[in-house]
C-alpha cells in the first residue's frame, strides 16, 4: 500500500525510519510522543480556569496543547504546511511569554496599554513571513532561541530579585530549575539523535520492538512538553505574586503536574476584586 501522505515536503527528516509501523504515520514514535504535551497543555488550561486564575495564564497552557497538535501532524506527515503548524507555534507561544514576563506592573492591567501586544504581534508575523520566504529550519531555531532565551533570563532574574524571605521563592525557583533543566537534557538527547542517527538506526534494528526507546526525538517531545509545564506553572505563580499578592496564590511543589490555586477562596474574591482579574 503506498504512503498515504505521499512524498514529504518538509524542510526537515528526521530519524525515525518514515512508514516503519503503518502507511498513515510518516513517523510514528515522534507523532504520539505529542499526545502528552497535548493532554498536560489541556489540564493545565482546565486547572487554571477552574482555578479562578486570570485568562491569561491559562492561554500559555492552551499554547502547549497548540504545539502538540503541530508537531503531531508534523511528524505524522512531512508536509511543509504542517512544519510550519509545528514550528510557528513555537514563536508565537513564546513570545506570549515574554510579552507576559515583561509586563509585570503592579496589578492586572497592563503598563502600556495595546502596545505591548502590538510589539508581539509585529515581531510574531515578522518571523512568520521571513520564515515563509525563507524556510531554513537554521532561522527558525535561531529566533526561537532568541525569544526563549530571552524568556528565560527574565523570569531567573525576577525570580532572584524576590525578598529572600519571599514565601514562595524557593519554590517558585526550584520548579522553575526542575522545567529549564528536563527542557535541556531533551534537548542534548535530541542532538544525540541528529549526530549518531545512523548507529542509532542500526541500534533500533538489532532491538526490534524495543528499539522505540532509543528514539531521541521522541524524548525531545516528552521532556520538553513536561518541562514547559513546570515553566508555566512557575511563571505564574512568579506573576501573581509579583502582580497581585505574595500569599494568594500557591501550588504543591511535590506534584508531578503542580498547578496554581488560591490559598482560600476569601483570597481569591480579595485578589478578583483588588485586581480586577481576566
Known amino acids: 500500500m503506498p504512503n498515504y501522505w505521499g512524498e514529504h515536503t518538509s524542510t526537515i527528516d528526521w530519524c525515525e525510519s518514515n512508514y516503519a509501523h503503518t502507511p498513515y504515520i510518516a513517523e510514528t514514535i515522534n507523532t504520539l510522543t505529542n499526545l502528552p504535551s497535548i493532554l498536560l ?3 493545565g488550561f482546565w486547572s487554571t480556569l477552574s482555578n479562578g486564575l486570570p485568562t491569561r495564564y491559562s492561554i500559555c497552557y492552551l499554547g502547549l496543547s497548540l504545539i502538540g497538535v503541530g508537531s503531531f501532524g508534523f511528524h505524522m506527515s512531512l508536509r511543509w504546511e504542517w512544519q510550519l503548524m509545528d514550528e510557528l507555534p513555537m514563536i508565537y507561544v513564546v513570545s506570549y511569554a515574554a510579552f507576559l514576563v515583561l509586563e509585570t506592573s503592579p496589578g492586572l492591567d497592563f503598563k502600556y496599554g495595546v502596545l505591548g501586544p502590538l510589539i ?7 518571523v512568520t513571513v521571513s520564515y515563509i520566504y525563507l524556510p531554513n529550519p537554521v532561522y527558525h531555531q535561531i529566533a526561537f532561541a532568541f525569544i526563549l532565551l ?9 525570580t532572584l ?5 519571599h514565601p514562595a521563592r524557593s519554590k517558585i525557583g526550584s520548579t522553575m ?3 529549564i533543566a528536563t527542557f535541556a537534557l531533551g534537548f542534548a538527547i535530541w542532538n544525540v539523535d541528529n549526530v549518531f542517527c545512523e548507529t542509532l538506526r542500526t541500534i533500533r534494528e538489532f532491538l526490534g520492538p524495543l528499539g522505540v526507546f532509543v528514539e531521541g526525538h521522541a524524548y525531545w517531545h516528552l521532556m520538553t512538553g513536561y518541562g514547559a509545564f513546570l515553566i508555566f ?4 505563580l512568579l506573576h501573581l505574586a509579583i502582580k497581585v499578592s505574595p500569599d494568594a496564590y500557591d501550588f504543591d511543589e511535590k506534584a508531578w503536574f503542580p498547578v ?4 482560600d477562596p476569601a483570597k ?3 485578589v478578583k476584586e483588588n485586581g480586577r482579574a481576566r
Open 268 to 270: 481569591r474574591r480579595r
Open 150 to 158: 530571552t524568556t528565560t533570563a527574565r523570569t531567573v532574574y525576577l
Open 161 to 165: 530579585a524576590l525578598p529572600k524571605s
Open 260 to 263: 496554581v490555586k488560591p490559598v
Open 120 to 126: 508581539m504581534i509585529a515581531w510574531d508575523v515578522f
Open 233 to 236: 506553572t512557575a511563571s505564574v
Open 177 to 179: 530549575a526542575w522545567g
Open 41 to 43: 497543555g489541556l489540564y
